[in-house]
């Protein structure tokens, strides 16, 4: 009865090594973000900027090697329109041990003037495949100029995302 046993044991133990075998590498996705906000001081009530930074790594394929990483900055604002804004463009930037790797600069002025509040997303495509490169973070800036405070454009430095 053992000798039963112990074979119908076997049978088993391989017939589960035979479907983990079978199973492809699977692909995931990890995401880091960092939410930045400021306060305007614009005519009438001031405009209330909020900015999430984040990148996004996707890795997979043969041996899980392949990965490909995308950033993005989403504007969200309140209390804005009626041309509050002479410009307000946002930089986003995928960085590798802080030397830029890829960047892309939107222009969201007439937007931001356009409604009093609302959201909009300035995003940088994939970078490309890198194999195992790791440590990429996501970052950026706001370049603004208020409608008639006479100072011309000023730099809001984003709060940087951890590295991915």
């Given amino acids: 009865m053992s000798r039963i046993l112990a074979t119908g044991t076997a049978a088993v133990s391989l017939a589960g090594l ?3 075998a079978l199973a492809g590498p699977a692909n995931a996705t990890d995401t880091k ?3 930045s906000s400021k306060e305007y001081p614009t005519n009438g009530y001031n405009a209330d900027i909020k900015v999430e930074l984040c990148i996004s790594r996707n890795w997979g394929g043969p041996g899980g090697s392949n990965s490909y990483k995308w950033a993005w900055a989403k504007v969200t604002w309140g209390d804005s329109g009626a041309g509050k804004f002479e410009n307000f463009d946002v930089q986003v930037r995928i960085e590798q041990n802080d030397a830029d ?3 892309r600069t939107c222009d969201f002025t007439s937007a931001v003037n356009g409604s ?3 959201s909009k997303t ?3 495509p994939s970078s490309g495949s890198y194999v195992n490169i790791s440590g990429n973070t996501a970052d950026g800036h ?3 100029n208020v409608n008639d405070d006479g100072e011309g454009n ?3 430095g984003l709060q940087g995302t951890a590295k991915i």
């Fill in 18 to 20: 035979g479907t983990l």
């Fill in 33 to 35: 973000c960092a939410t």
């Fill in 101 to 103: 790797v890829k960047t």
């Fill in 116 to 118: 009093t509040s609302g």
């Fill in 122 to 124: 300035c995003r940088l």
């Fill in 142 to 144: 706001v370049v603004a």
């Fill in 154 to 156: 000023h730099t809001w």
